[in-house]
């Protein structure tokens, strides 16, 4: 069973950076298609961004393009969400997931592996 593990969680003040982490624990195999969703409060889990691996190829929620960067370290089979320009809006839990196969999903449905979460609270 892969598990998914989120790092680099916290509190930033508005405008600020962070950047989180995402690696698979226990026993892991390649992903190629990684993805972090969000969810606030109240509200329903929604895409932030996917990358696939393999080639590269990201794509992002209108939200938080040309704000957030998603990347992949290969070597480290790790993923990363780099978060600039944060605004309150931007306060939720975040999740990582992967997907098995290699098409690209803004579903959440259609991710097989997930973390626990990552608290990311931006502060005005």
């Known amino acids: 069973q892969v598990q998914l593990v989120e790092s680099g969680g916290g509190l930033v003040q508005a405008g600020g950076s962070l950047r989180l982490s995402c690696a698979p624990s226990g026993r892991t195999f390649r992903i190629y298609v990684m993805g972090w969703f969000r969810q606030a409060p109240g509200k329903d889990r929604e895409f932030v961004a996917a990358i696939n691996t393999g080639g590269g190829i990201t794509d992002y929620a209108d939200s938080v393009n040309g704000r957030f960067t998603i990347s992949g370290d290969n070597a480290k089979n790790t993923i990363y969400l780099q978060m600039n320009s944060l605004k309150p809006e931007d306060a939720a839990v975040y999740y990582c997931?992967?997907?098995?196969?290699?098409?690209?999903?803004?579903?959440?449905?259609?991710?097989?592996?997930w973390g626990q979460g990552t608290q990311v609270t931006v502060s005005s």
């Open positions: 997931a992967g997907r098995r196969g290699v098409k690209m999903s803004r579903n959440g449905l259609e991710y097989d592996y």
